[in-house]
Structure formats: C-alpha cells, structure tokens
C-alpha cells in the first residue's frame, strides 16, 4: 500500500507549496494545477506533470481514469496536508506540480480567417480566466496576451478558466510586437475603445479579425487608439459607462460568431 504523506515538514509538500508565490513558479519553470478537470485539460494538451498530490478524503469518485495513469507520479497526502496545499475553498483532492508550455506569437497556428482575441494589460486572475472562457465557448484561434501583468498560469486564472488556459492557444507578447503580427498576418484590428464613433454591431468580423480590449480601469492604450484598424464601441444605455472587460468581450466576440456563422 502506498504511503499516505501525513506531516506538513515533508520536503515534497515544502517544495510544492513554495509554487504558490510567482517568482518561484517563474524560477523553477513549474506551477500548480488545482481540480480533477483543469489537470484532465493539461493533459490533453501535452502538459506534463512532474506530481500529483491526491487526497482520497476530498475525491468525488468520478474523476478521468487518466488521472491515475501515472502511478509513480501519485502522491497520497491527508486531508490537512492537502488543505496546505490547495488554494480553493472545497477542495477536490486533486492537485499537480506540471511543468507548462509557453507560447510566443511564432507558435501560434491559425486557419483560413483566423478571429484571435488580444487583450492588453490585463491584471486580475478572474478577468483573465474568464476571458479563457470565452475564447474556449466560441472557438477562437488564439488569445494572445499583451503587456501582461499577471502570469496567465496564475492559479486563480487556472480556477477562473476552469482549465481552458490549457485548451485555448494563449501568447504573452507587446503590443509594439502584436501590431506588428496582425499586419504581416493581414489580421484586422478591431480596439474597444468607449469614445468610438462605430458601434460594434456595424463592423464585418467575416474576415481575418482580432478583437482587443483593455482592461476596465485604464481601458487600451494609445498605441491601440492609434493603429488599430477600426475603432468600436458598445452602447450605454445606463448611468456608468464601462462594463468588466470579459462581459465587453464576450457582448462583441459573440457578434462575431453571429455574422460568421450568417456569411
């Protein structure tokens, strides 16, 4: 019978729960993987995993058998154990160390009319994850990440996708580098910019597009309001004048599902 790892000193466990603080993620080149699910789609996209911390005690017994296919990568822990481990509220018993692909605009692969979104700058976890989630319900190509000021393998991004930053194409490049992209892969640039004179609905997504926007603080920055090909904007009927950024995308991503799936 397998050990079950007990103490909170275990080296193993020390190492693991070091993976919580970005550097150290960023220094060793691993990150952590919490949820039966989220680590299915890793595994599905090649990620490899280096361990994985199980806890019988919070499993729901209705896991993918290829959770279990590595056994020797399997470590039991206890419920206390896993708790200092974990970073959600109910856990599932599941959570890996793996080591995760990055992908620079080169690696990004497109098909005939590509729609990629881009979003620049972007900071909180949940906005990201969500975003993820989006991109992954519509079937974009790609979301490429500009500027970025939080790691998109945050675990509160891997929670917030549910697992989708695994299963959508995701680059991390400038925006002096993605506008350079677009324009050698002759991908129009849409800006959500809240003082543009065009509403969303009346731009042609058909073609090569790519959707950008900016988080609802700060919104994009001038480089956007510059060369992006078209400027859009979504209407206000009420007393604010932004929306969070994922529901934005979403109200203009879907419009772009619309009219592609019309032409």
């Not at 990150?31 to 039966?36: D, K, V």
């Not at 959500?192 to 950008?212: C, F, R």
């Amino acid at each position: 019978m397998t050990e079950t790892i007990s103490s909170l000193q275990n080296p193993q466990i020390k190492e693991a729960a070091k993976l919580k603080d970005a550097k150290e993620r960023g220094r060793q080149g691993l990150i952590l993987i919490e949820g039966s699910r989220e680590i299915s789609l890793a595994l599905a996209a090649g990620v490899k995993l280096e361990k994985l911390f199980y806890c019988q005690e919070y499993s729901l017994g209705r896991e993918d058998p290829s959770l279990f296919a590595d056994k020797k990568n399997i470590i039991n822990v206890s419920p206390e154990v896993f708790k200092k481990l974990a970073y959600r509220e109910h856990p599932e018993g599941f959570l890996a160390v793996a080591r995760p692909k990055f992908l620079g605009l080169a690696d990004v692969k497109l098909k005939d009319k590509p729609l990629v979104i881009i979003i620049e700058s972007v900071e909180k976890p949940g906005n990201l994850g969500a975003i993820l989630r989006s991109a992954d319900a519509a079937g974009v190509d790609a979301v490429i990440v500009g500027d970025a000021k939080t790691d998109i393998y945050n675990p509160n991004v891997i929670r917030a996708s549910l697992g989708t930053v695994f299963a959508n194409q995701v680059a991390v490049s400038s925006t002096e580098k993605i506008l350079r992209w677009l324009k050698e892969k002759k991908i129009k640039s849409f800006a959500t910019l809240p003082l543009a004179d065009k509403v969303y609905t009346k731009a042609d997504y058909t073609g090569p597009s790519a959707i950008v926007i900016g988080t609802e603080d700060v919104g994009l920055s001038n480089l956007w309001s510059q060369k992006a090909d078209e400027k859009i904007k979504i209407d206000m009927k009420g007393k604010i004048d932004s929306l969070n950024a994922s529901v934005s995308l979403a109200v203009v991503l879907f419009e772009a599902l619309r009219q592609r799936s019309i032409k």
